[in-house]
């Protein structure tokens, strides 16, 4: 029962391989937002978002996690980047660019993100990728949950730079 993804807890047989959110869907989403929101480096980002399903299925569960990092540090560094190209009509600084904090702070900064927002944004990131094999949890519970922090994360602050682009 296990190896199909079965479990029987308290004499109740349970389906542990559910997903809380529909991967293809979800992902066809974030594609979608990513390229009309007109975001750069969108190869690299999809290519990342794409591992980190195909290393989710295949049950590489720290690669499906660090590729769900890399898609979340790619899609907010490169919302900083196009809300400095149309808010202040200047690139924003390589120094700021290369650093998740600088580019956190820099969404802070511009009010695209809250301060809790930011915290929370923050503590995903270093959750993210400082994340090993947890006691009481599942390695596969663990990429999934992770994988959806950081998927649902990105979506939000693509929101966020689509209402600040649409306000005008």
Known sequence: MELDGFQLKNGKLIYTEVEILDTNKETG??????G???LNNKETALHHLNLSVEHYINGKWDDSISNSRKFMECCLREIASLHSLKKHNMELPNRNYESPRDVRDYLERENLLETKEKNATAAIYGLLSN??????IADSDQARL???LSLTLSQFVMLRLEGFINQD
């Open 36 to 38: 009309s929101l007109g």
């Open 146 to 148: 992770l994988r959806h």
């Open 131 to 136: 994340t090993g094999s947890h006691p009481y």
């Open 29 to 34: 989403i974030l594609e979608e937002l990513y």
